[in-house]
């Protein structure tokens, strides 16, 4: 009886550990597959998430053109000096050329052409236009901020009486760079410019003789405010 009851102790002892050992492969097989399925869950979360942003963050139309009004101030900033040089006490509109910006866009591609027009007389009927022709890309953030870097000629034209005095060259216009930064308000936008001119002309680009190194070295930047209307 005794050794009986042995066996039957020894039998119920390991017919308990098995039953613990399995019972804790069980559980820990169960986690790991839901450790498994979490991580599953959280890469396809992810990857959603890598899909959607993208398109989400740097939405816009594919194609669009804006057009609309545009002041430039006459002089130039300078960040080596005080305040840029900008005498925001005095400032009036007399400070300022005005004239017109149109931006057509090609998703990232943007083609961009700002004239300045400067009258001779109250008539307006002489003067010179500054037509700053660029292209370069531009960045939709979220439908509510567009930057544009962009690069181009600055032509000359004279028109009316000055048209007479000065006839220059095209190939001879100076090269520019562009900066722009708009907040967007459904078809509406209003954003800064700012345009750094190169001494180097388009033939200098020819001839391989054109430098842009010192472009940033203490540049002076002509600054103004742009507002835009979408037309499509």
Same mark, same amino acid.
């Given at each position: 009886k005794n050794h009986m009851r042995i066996i039957c102790n020894f039998n119920e002892f390991v017919c308990i550990i098995y039953m613990k050992l399995h019972m804790k492969t069980c559980s820990t097989y169960f986690v790991n597959m839901g450790e498994l399925y979490m991580n599953k869950k959280f890469l396809v979360?992810?990857?959603? %998430?890598? %899909? $959607?942003?993208? #398109?989400?963050? /740097?939405?816009a139309d594919l194609?669009?053109?804006?057009?609309?009004?545009?002041a430039m101030l006459n002089g130039? %900033?300078?960040?080596?000096?005080?305040?840029?040089?900008?005498?925001l006490e005095n400032l009036s509109v007399e400070d300022f050329t005005f004239?017109?910006?149109?931006?057509l866009n090609f &998703?990232?591609?943007?083609?961009?052409?700002? #004239?300045l027009v400067t009258p001779e007389g109250e008539d307006m009927a002489s003067g010179t236009i500054d037509l700053y022709a660029n292209a370069g890309v531009s960045i939709s953030?979220?439908?509510?901020?567009? /930057?544009?870097? &962009? #690069?181009?000629?600055? /032509?000359?034209?004279?028109?009316g009486e000055a048209a007479d005095v000065s006839e220059t060259d095209p190939m001879e216009a100076n090269l520019n760079l562009r900066m722009?930064?708009?907040?967007?308000?459904?078809? /509406? &936008? $209003?954003g800064a410019t700012g345009i750094i001119t190169s001494s180097s002309s388009i033939n200098d680009v020819i001839d391989g003789t054109a430098e842009f190194g010192g472009l940033f070295e203490s540049p002076d930047i002509k600054a103004g405010v742009s507002a835009l209307f979408a037309i499509f």
């Open positions: 979360v992810l990857m959603a %998430l890598l %899909l $959607i942003m993208p #398109a989400t963050m /740097f939405a194609i669009g053109f804006r057009i609309g009004p545009t130039t %900033l300078n960040p080596d000096v005080e305040d840029w040089g900008l005498d004239g017109a910006d149109a931006r &998703s990232l591609i943007e083609v961009n052409a700002l #004239a953030l979220l439908n509510l901020l567009r /930057f544009g870097v &962009s #690069a181009g000629p600055m /032509f000359e034209i004279a028109y722009t930064a708009d907040l967007l308000l459904g078809d /509406f &936008s $209003i």
